[in-house]
Structures are given as C-alpha cells and as structure tokens.
C-alpha cells in the first residue's frame, strides 16, 4: 500500500481493500445524490431544509459511534472556545452548501447539478485569492477558462435549464469552495488541526441546531406532513432513514479512500465519480441530454484535470 514517504507494491489483500473502498465510496455518493433527486423531484418529497437536517443529524450519531465506540480514527476534542467558535462558523457555511445543493436538485437533472459542481476548482482559486490574497501561476488560472467555459457551454445546451436551480446550485459549489478555504485558514495551527471524521463529528450537532430553526420557519409543519405521508406510503420512513445514513458513509467511505490512496488516484476517482454519477443518472432519470451539453459538461472535466496538473507542477 502506498504511503508519503515509502512506497511498497501493495499486496493482493490490500488491492481488494482498496478497489472495496472504491466501489463503496461511489456507491454511497452516487446512491445519495440520487435518492436526493429522487425524494426532491420525482417522490414529491419538497423539503431540502428538513433532509439535510435528518443528514446531518445521522451524521451526528454515526460520527459518535465510528469514532467513540469503534474507534475508527482517535478522537480529537474542541480545546478552545476560539476553535469552538471557528468550527461553528465551518458548519454554517457547510450548511447553506448542503441545503443549496439539495434545493438546485429539485429544478435541475443531476447531470447539469455535476456538470455546475465540477467548477468547485474555480470557486477556490477566486476565494483563496480574496481572502488570503495566495496567488497561483499564471497557467493554473489559464486552466480555469475551460472550467468555467464548460458550464457556459452546458448552460445553453441544457434542455431543463431553471434560473434559481442554477442559482442554488453555483451558491452550493462556491459554498463547498469557501469552505475548503476557511478551513484551511482557521484550523491550520497545529493545536487547532482536524481530520475529516472529527470534524464532522463536531461540525454535524452543530448545522443540526442551525438547521432546526430554518426547517421550522421556511418548511411550516413539514414532520406532520412527513408522518401523513407515512401513513399513506411508509416507504418514505425508510427512503429518509437510509438516505441519512449513506449521506455519512459518504464521508467516512471518503475519509478511508483518502487513507489508502495517493493524493493523485484520489483526484483523477473524483473526476471519473463525477462522469459516473452523470452516466448513472440519466439512465435512471432519462433526464433529455443535448450534445452540446455533454460537450460543455466534458471541456469543464478537462478543465479540471489540466487545473490539477497544473497546480501538482506548481508546488
């Protein structure tokens, strides 16, 4: 298995580890983005707010279990009020990008949603420049022309363009842009450092309690809806609870295929997940698709593949 500073052949064991590893992270993305689509737009299901705090509410628990009871990974506690305050400021802005994303899948097909997500690269490089003023080289912005280029292109050539699903769907990908950013800028001490599972072990309690107050203002009577519902089909009881749940194995599937796998596999298993998600979902959905939409789609993937090249050399 391979690791920073000692590469071994990895043994066979560990080959099926990591390809189960693989298989399981884009099972559970895939299978989550999916179900969102289908519980938001085709099931009726109209509540973005309330899904993603059942989410973030089984990743409140699944956290707990994986890192306290199973000891997934070690677990890393809040060691100041500042760290607390910083931490919950990640969380807000991990929320709105949650929300936005569920909110743009109910107008918009999971192709377009992916082919939008993918300029996530664009969205970083503007935000690390306002707000740490870091430059890059002048080829790594280039790279960014046909990232964006992509989606403009997408934009015209797709048949179920929706304006505020547009809108909702660029908030999300700046968001999870922002984010990245922040968290590199506000736990970067050593003291302050995070991994994946504990912070979303800490960040998760936290976007349940924003998100309580957001569901019960802008979603009125939405658990009395959802228990109506129930009595009539309790297949959406089931349809939340096993949503909820691959929306945590997402990060831990994440998190452990970040462990075995070298930064560069991890990149190019994205950039293939993201093409995958696409395919799987129009087979599924039958969502119409113009060639000038997988064009656009395709000059943004490879946008982001150069931009990752790009930024690998400049290092």
Known sequence: MSTKGNWSPPSVSGRLVTLGLVASWYSSNIGVLLLNKY?????????????????M??????????????????????????????????SVVFCGSVVSGNVSLRY???????????????????????????REAWLTYVTLIPVVAGVVIASGGEPSFQLFGFIMCISATAARALKSVLQGILLSSEGEKLNSMNLLLHMAPIAV????????VMEKNVVSITLALARED??????????????????????????????????VLGNAKGAVAVVVSILIFKNPVTVTGMLGYTVTVIGVILYGEAKKRNK
Do not use: D
């Not at 519980?39 to 989410?55: A, E, W």
């Not at 990743?59 to 500042?82: E, G, H, N």
């Not at 959406?236 to 998190?255: G, Q």
């Open 234 to 267: 309790n297949k959406i009881i089931y349809y939340l609870l096993f949503n909820s749940a691959l929306a945590y194995f997402v990060n831990l599937t994440n998190f452990l295929v970040t462990k075995h796998t070298s930064a560069l596999t991890l990149q």
């Open 57 to 90: 509410t089984a990743c409140s628990l699944l956290s707990y279990v994986a890192i306290a009871w199973l000891r997934v990974v070690p677990m890393q506690t809040v060691r100041s009020r500042l760290q607390f305050v910083k931490i919950a400021a990640l």
């Open 108 to 134: 918009l097909p999971v192709s377009f949603n992916q082919a939008v997500g993918a300029t996530t690269p664009f969205f970083t490089a503007v935000f690390a420049y306002i707000i740490t003023v870091k």
């Open 39 to 55: 519980l938001l737009s085709n099931y009726g299901f109209k509540y973005p707010i309330f899904l993603t705090m059942c989410h």
């Open 209 to 216: 309690v924003f998100l309580l107050p957001a569901t019960l």
